[in-house]
């Protein structure tokens, strides 16, 4: 999943970035409102974590333009403590939720699963696919009740997929959605991914649809 990291603490920036990316997302990190909205504009995010006090531009005017251009992208906010006004001035400029500083990484992925259940009008935890559960809490995946082990990139795509189910996705949308923008990426590392994936998920489930990318249908009851 792609995350637009913007914050200009490099501390705070550094810890989120690699800790994130650890739990396999594709971040880019920025450091001031221009650039948050530069990138906004170019790139493709699920999700914005935006923190208020910012250089060159803030992080209210930030959400404010975003909103007003009529973008629905989920965004967390990023508060100190003492700052009741900015929270409540955040959530009526269009924020979907805040974490006050300092936090911790385990609280922010449980808030961005949160954020991505509702935004896919999911009520359960689990994505349930036939016979294949798979549960972003632990990145854990199991076909017919045994475990099957995916790195964290085949995890990602093969979320993104179960999350679009009926809906076709280009093999650039996957390809945003498992590198940030400073990634060198091979030109057929999204192929090589669902390859391995098909090899331990089963060939069928993930159809290819030549010239346009992938899809996974929709289950028959769905
Ligand atoms: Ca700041």
């Given at each position: 999943m792609r995350v637009l990291l913007v914050e200009d603490d490099e501390m705070l920036g550094g810890g989120l970035q690699s800790g994130l990316t650890q739990d396999g997302y594709a971040v880019d990190w920025v450091k001031d409102g221009?650039?948050?909205?530069?990138f906004l504009r170019t790139e493709e995010y699920e999700i914005v974590i935006l923190d208020l006090g910012l250089p060159k531009k803030s992080g209210l005017e930030v959400l404010k333009h975003l909103?007003?251009?009529?973008?629905?992208?989920?965004v967390l906010i990023l508060t100190a403590r003492d700052s009741v006004d900015d929270r409540v001035k955040g959530l009526d400029c269009g924020a979907d939720d805040y974490m006050i500083k300092p936090f911790d990484l385990d609280e922010l992925n449980a808030r961005?699963?949160?954020l991505m259940r509702r935004r896919s009008g999911r009520a359960e935890t689990v994505i349930t696919h036939g016979e294949l559960i798979i549960d972003p809490a632990s990145h854990t995946v199991q076909l017919r009740g045994e475990p099957v082990d995916l790195s964290p990139r085949e995890f990602t795509l093969l979320e993104k997929l179960l999350e679009s189910r009926g809906r076709v996705l280009s093999r650039s949308q996957l390809e945003q959605s498992i590198y940030s923008w400073k990634d060198e990426v091979d030109s057929n590392a999204v192929e090589v991914h669902i390859h391995h994936l098909r090899k331990k998920?089963?060939?069928?489930m993930i159809r290819t649809v030549r010239g346009v990318g992938?899809?996974?249908?929709?289950?028959?009851k769905e």
């Open positions: 221009d650039a948050a909205e530069l909103r007003s251009e009529g973008s629905d992208i989920p961005i699963r949160a998920i089963g060939s069928e992938y899809i996974i249908d929709k289950a028959p």
